[in-house]
């Protein structure tokens, strides 16, 4: 699969039928939280956990979220979801 920047980091996940809404296809809410689920899992990967972060006194915060929509989602699909570190201000504390 092609992705917008170099080195993703990636997770795989199923769409589940709690996740499908009235329309019958998964409900846009649902992708936030499954980039929450994918950011925590590339933080951990780097070692910072939420026991890390309260040891530094800091931690990483989503600035902006971009999601197109390319095609609905429907129970039972496999989904690969990717996200990157692309910059820091190091404003952050």
């Known amino acids: 699969m092609g992705w917008d920047l170099a080195t993703p980091f990636i997770i795989d996940l199923q769409v589940a039928a709690e996740d499908i809404d009235g329309l019958g296809h998964a409900n846009n809410a649902v992708y936030v939280s499954w980039l929450e689920r994918c950011a925590w899992r590339h933080s951990q ?3 910072l ?3 890390e972060y309260r040891r530094l006194d800091r931690a990483m915060a989503v600035v902006r979220h971009e999601i197109d929509y390319l095609a609905a989602g429907y129970e039972g699909d496999e989904l690969h979801l990717a996200t990157w570190i692309v910059d820091w201000d190091q404003r952050l504390k």
């Open 45 to 47: 990967r780097l070692g």
């Open 49 to 51: 956990d939420l026991t």
